[in-house]
């Protein structure tokens, strides 16, 4: 055992013990190194627990949830912006967006018509649809965060009806079957866990009622392994690693869904959430993509690593644990990933020379001066990049690609100034001599804006 994975070990055993679960179950995935998994405690069968156990995942069942959405968008069959109205009889609450539901701005009350936690039966879909006009909208849309899992049980059942199936059959044909997710099941398999209640004050653990969400599925029905949790998490962190050619999802469409909408509480910004996946910013931009579930004696947590020196391609981590009340383990995930980029950073590739840039754009490259501040052209990685004089070494640069059919202009794809336009001027002999960013003029020396160098009188 490398000093890493035994690393990964105490801290699943300390986190299971401290918080006192029956049964954790952990993975980390990372595309450089082999898959490695570990569970601690008891399934509360005659089945030993192990890396086939199944646990509920709760609210993980939300992503799978929103990448249906964006599958649907990216095939036509509906716009973020579109009213739920009009792809689902609804008699209330039909002008809300998709794209509010997706990210909870939209308003809605969280839970179905009904004591639903207290008598524990979730509606079938009929019953749901038909007590909407019950329903509160307890904010103003757009307001705030509010969570809702009505909101995205309304969703999955809108994906069902545009693909002309149930919710379960469209996410097992079009996500989990792709992915080769096998263990993810909207049904209790056999391998399940028993979740549990540990008394606070005792050591006895009861057991919780199996519970089956009905209609609310789309919210929070799923069981898993920490196995595919792990891929999952890696896939929505970075799909490149897991589906280079994007036949699941369009990454871009991906990066939509972690592109940050709102923050969960709107005085301690610590936390936003994008279309179905939470985002927790860890500091020097490094990110945590992914979700946490809940449900009677289970909880779950499933996220991804973006950004930061030594971050492997791929790299992910997944908590499932057999406790309901157990909260601090979700903080798990993120102290693996921690420990992941601490104590196994990727291997740095060695620097190799690579070909001349193009003739036409060399004249290009150097420094530039715009609203009397400095930046730097350069040719990296087979494009046109620039980055400000003084820009801390770990923000991105903007990156450009040529306007197909206009050489001297280029789309800025990436970075600062991400969408606009860089337009280059050229003397007679063919040099560059000025150039105009998002319409900014950028000249070869510090220059008023009427032109005039700051030194002259």
């Known amino acids: 055992m490398t000093t890493a994975l035994g690393r990964y070990e105490r801290l699943v055993r300390q986190s299971q013990a401290d918080n ?3 049964a954790v179950a952990a993975a980390v995935h990372r595309s450089d190194r082999p898959l490695w998994t570990f569970e601690v405690g008891t399934s509360g069968t005659e089945r030993p627990l192990d890396a086939g156990t199944r646990f509920r995942i709760g609210s993980i069942t939300k992503t799978f949830t929103a990448l249906l959405v964006m599958q649907c968008r990216d095939d036509g069959l509906l716009d973020l912006d579109d009213e739920v109205s009009a792809h689902l009889p609804v008699p209330a609450h039909g002008e809300l967006t998709i794209a509010r539901l997706l990210s909870h701005t939209a308003g809605l009350a969280r839970e179905p018509y009904g004591d639903v936690w207290d008598t524990m039966l979730a509606p079938d879909l009929d019953t749901m649809l038909a007590d909407l006009a019950k329903v509160e909208r307890v904010l103003p849309a757009g307001r705030r965060f509010h969570y809702s899992n009505l909101g995205f049980s309304l969703l999955g059942h809108l994906v069902a009806r545009l693909r002309g199936g149930t919710w379960a059959e469209v996410l097992h044909d079009r996500v989990l079957r792709p992915l080769g997710l096998d263990a993810t099941t909207v049904d209790m398999p056999a391998a399940a866990a028993v979740g549990y209640l540990v008394d606070a004050y005792s050591d006895h653990a009861r057991p919780e009622p199996p519970t089956d969400f009905g209609a609310v599925s789309p919210a929070g029905q799923l069981w898993s392994t920490a196995t595919d949790m792990v891929r999952w998490a890696a896939y929505l962190a970075d799909p490149a690693a897991l589906d280079p050619a994007g036949d699941v999802l369009a990454h871009s469409s991906l990066e ?3 592109g940050l909408r709102t923050v969960t509480d709107d005085a301690v910004w610590q936390v936003g959430y994008g279309l179905g996946l939470l985002m927790l910013p860890q500091g020097e931009r490094v990110v945590h993509v992914g979700h946490d579930g809940a449900m009677p004696g289970f909880l779950a947590g499933a996220y991804g690593r973006r950004g930061g020196t030594g971050t492997p391609p791929g790299c992910a981590v997944a908590v499932l644990g057999s406790s309901g009340a157990a909260g601090a383990l979700l903080e798990l995930p993120h102290t693996l990933l921690a ?6 950073p990727v291997d740095i590739a060695p620097w190799q020379p690579g070909v001349a840039p193009p003739e036409r754009y060399r004249s290009v490259l150097g420094r530039w001066w715009s609203e009397g501040f400095e930046f730097v052209f350069v040719w990296r990685n087979g494009c ?6 003084d820009d801390p070494k770990g923000r991105p640069p903007a990156v450009f690609a040529p306007v197909d059919g206009e050489p001297d202009v280029f789309r800025t794809v990436s970075g600062r100034g991400e969408g606009e336009l860089l337009r280059l001027t050229r003397d007679p002999a063919g040099t560059v001599t000025r150039m105009h960013w998002v319409t ?6 510090q220059e008023t804006f009427d032109g005039a160098p700051p030194a002259e009188p």
């Open 20 to 22: 006192r679960v029956p």
């Open 256 to 258: 939509e869904m972690r």
């Open 339 to 344: 420990a992941t980029v601490e104590h196994d």
């Open 384 to 389: 046109l990049q620039a980055r400000g004089a």
């Open 440 to 445: 900014y003029r950028y000249t070869r020396r």
